[in-house]
T-cell receptor, first 115, second 109 residues
């Protein structure tokens, strides 16, 4: 069984559209994350969500909004897509919220291309 | 803000060679994690080091944590094509994990 799954795997869309990426984890973890990996492979945290507490990376535009219907799901909704949003988006989960020995489990990624 | 640096940025070697990649921080690590990311996949945790001077081994991979906990190295012995991937180091800083830019390793058969 897949521990952390994301859908879709690939997403191609036009500028200005609104889109969502779904993430589910079956590990029973309490914390979920969204990361953005740009073309240079730099992996940057966007959000972390733990027990209804949302921590937002201050550099993330407010066009991005995470939505968690329950502990096992953390979806990412993006409004008014821009060319610069093209990247691979990874969902991850961990039992707690770091540090020290907390292990993050990553999903396979969603490659978003904005035309 | 903590900044992680990794070197080299790219490394291409022949199967059977040894290699070392490095991770350095502008501040003391709270703990240091190494991940490997294969093409088209998410990163997978290899090891976590916590104590200064710590050495951990994972088959042909040896991880060292500097005494001052501001640097770490990953040494691979007798590299194989299956070791190809992006090697990332990460630390928990503030309220989240911070990743380095990675070393892209290519092992040619």
């Amino acid at each position: 069984d897949t521990a952390v799954s994301q859908t879709p795997k690939y997403l191609v869309t036009q500028m200005g559209n609104d889109k969502s990426i779904k993430c589910e984890q079956n590990l029973g973890h309490d914390t979920m994350y969204w990361y953005k990996q740009d073309s240079k492979k730099f992996l940057k945290i966007m959000f972390s969500y733990n027990n209804k507490e949302l921590i937002i990376n201050e550099t993330v535009p407010n066009r991005f909004s995470p939505k968690s219907p329950d502990k096992a799901h953390l979806n990412l909704h993006i409004n008014s897509l821009e060319l610069g949003d093209s990247a691979v988006y990874f969902c991850a989960s961990s039992q707690g919220r770091g540090p020290i020995t907390d292990t993050q489990y990553f999903g396979p990624g969603t490659r978003l291309t904005v035309l | 803000t903590q900044l992680l640096e990794q070197s080299p940025q790219f490394l291409s070697i022949q199967e059977g060679e040894n290699l070392t990649v490095y991770c350095n921080s502008s501040s003391v690590f709270s703990s240091l994690q190494w991940y490997r990311q294969e093409p088209g996949e998410g990163p997978v945790l290899l090891v976590t080091v916590v104590t200064g001077g710590e050495v951990k081994k994972l088959k042909r991979l040896t991880f060292q944590f500097g005494d001052a906990r501001k640097d770490s190295s990953l040494h691979i012995t007798a590299a194989q094509p299956g070791d190809t991937g992006l090697y990332l180091c990460a630390d928990f800083y503030g309220q989240n994990f911070v990743f380095g830019p990675g070393t892209r390793l290519s092992v040619l058969p």
